[in-house]
């Protein structure tokens, strides 16, 4: 076979007018569906990994002529979970018992994509016959502009089994190399590696010996900005909890694919409800005019907390932070319940009942203490009724447990990015990172909290791809030519 080389796109602009979500394969993919661009056309051949203490995400983009089988409009416009009356932003699917047992590993249905910068098979011309490389390569780039279109592609794994990820690039980019029908050690020279997160540091020498690749890395909270910045471009990404308490989600998306810069209303008497164990049911609004939201605060919750002041221009700084984030839950519920992945643990907590854990203010008072606005809900000590002095110690459920410490690792980061945006003046909260996972419970907690704390004045936001917001801002900034960035 003839040896070709792959035509490269000095600096290209990925172009997201139609861009559209496409429908999670299972409930474990809710936060890393795919994004298909029907109008981009420049080849993009690079991989972004963001390695963090508790994942290793990975996004790589493949051209397709033909938009993706019926994307779903499930998926764009969100759906109830079957084990809560919240509606959230996450698309039917089969029971959490079905898949809870799962690694997290690329799903088998994309381990057939690959790197295809260019098109190979034009419908006019027979490419294989083609001895000359320069011509060859002029005849792709001028057929290749007739078929725009092509799939961003989104991958976790845990850090933990790092290999795995390699493994699952080094496949990648020897499919890439079949497809494009290149040698493989042209496709290594046309791939390169965009690197960020703690471990792009730590696991440098594995990823660039492994896979005999350019690696580059970049910094976390730059790309976290950046991805930031591209992600909020993408309609139906970007979403929020009504203030309207709603009791039934037999139509929730009814009338709420609008977009609204208002802030919201306080009740009539003018008194904001406190939190409590069994936070309101609030309806999904999704931000049908996408566009970057500045000045702001960034959430981002993965294994720890990281609180980021993001200025009107862009420019940002880590203001604050906290140590007890997803990796804290995670860890907390490995030792306490026999869940052996995240997604069952979010699965037991649907099912729990935190007031069989948790002291509430009722357990103290006997009812409300209405003079300080508590309602005897309210929980005044999480994880309160363990401890029994004196007495014998009671067994409880995983699911109780489970659901407990996520209202308290949830409150907890409620409370601290409230206090955050108060000192700062801002009134758009952005929440990120793999913790949240498109959770209901999670969300209308950290909703609630800042919708009380703040009495009404500032919105806490949400993103589909939250846990991809730093792999996002590498692929992006190799992208964007340097002056941009």
């Known amino acids: ?245 709603i009791h039934s989600a037999s139509n929730p998306f009814a009338n709420t694919h609008t977009c609204t810069a208002t802030k919201p209303a306080l009740p009539s008497n003018g008194v904001l409800e406190r939190p409590s164990p069994d936070p309101p049911k609030f309806g999904v609004t999704f931000v049908g005019n996408p566009t970057p939201q500045f000045p702001c605060l960034l959430v981002n919750i993965g294994s720890g907390v990281s609180i980021i002041k993001v200025d009107e221009d862009g420019k940002f700084e880590r203001v604050s932070g906290t140590s007890l984030g997803g990796g804290t839950l995670w860890g907390l519920l490995s030792l306490l319940t026999p869940a052996t992945t995240f997604d069952e643990m979010l699965a037991f907590s649907d099912q729990g009942d935190n007031a069989t854990v948790d002291m509430l203010v009722g357990d103290i008072y006997g009812q409300d203490y209405s003079k300080l606005g508590l309602k005897s809900t309210m929980i005044a000590s999480s994880f309160g009724k363990v401890f029994k002095k004196g007495g014998k110690k009671e067994t409880f459920s995983p699911e109780d447990i489970s659901r407990s410490l996520l209202y308290a690792v949830s409150n907890n980061i409620g409370q601290i990015a409230y206090m955050n945006a108060e000192k700062y003046n801002l009134d758009r909260i952005y929440f990120g990172g793999c913790f949240i996972r498109g959770h209901a419970a999670t969300i209308t907690t950290l909703s609630y909290a800042i919708r009380f704390w703040s009495k009404g004045t500032k919105r806490a936001l949400f993103l589909r791809h939250e846990g991809f917001l730093g792999a996002i801002g590498a692929w992006i900034r190799n992208i964007e030519s340097p002056e941009e960035n």
């Open 1 to 245: 076979m003839p040896s070709y080389s792959l035509p490269s796109a000095k600096v290209i602009h990925v172009d997201t007018r139609g861009a559209v979500i496409l429908s999670e394969e299972s409930p474990e993919t809710r936060d890393s569906r795919g994004i298909y661009f029907p109008n981009h056309i420049e080849p993009v051949s690079h991989i972004a990994v963001d390695v963090g203490g508790s994942l290793a995400k990975v996004i790589y983009f493949t051209r397709s002529p033909d938009p993706p089988s019926s994307p779903s409009v499930i998926a764009t416009h969100g759906s109830t979970s079957p084990n809560s009356n919240i509606s959230t932003p996450r698309s039917i699917s089969p029971s959490t018992s079905q898949h809870g047992g799962s690694s997290l590993t690329a799903s088998p249905s994309r381990r057939n994509g690959a790197l295809t910068p260019l098109v190979l098979e034009p419908h006019n011309y027979t490419l294989s016959g083609l001895d000359d490389g320069l011509v060859r390569d002029s005849l792709i780039r001028r057929t290749s502009q007739h078929f725009p279109g092509g799939s961003l592609n989104f991958e976790r794994f845990e850090t933990d089994n790092i290999h795995e990820c390699v493994e699952f690039i080094q496949a990648l980019i020897e499919r890439s190399a079949v497809v494009n029908h290149v040698p493989i050690e042209e496709m290594r020279r046309g791939v390169k590696i965009m690197a960020t997160g703690g471990g792009a540091h730590k696991f440098y020498e594995l990823f660039k010996d492994t896979l005999q690749v350019e690696v580059q890395r970049e910094d976390e909270m730059e790309c976290l900005i950046e991805g930031l910045k591209f992600i909020t471009l993408i309609p139906d990404e970007v979403y929020y909890f009504s203030d309207e308490l």
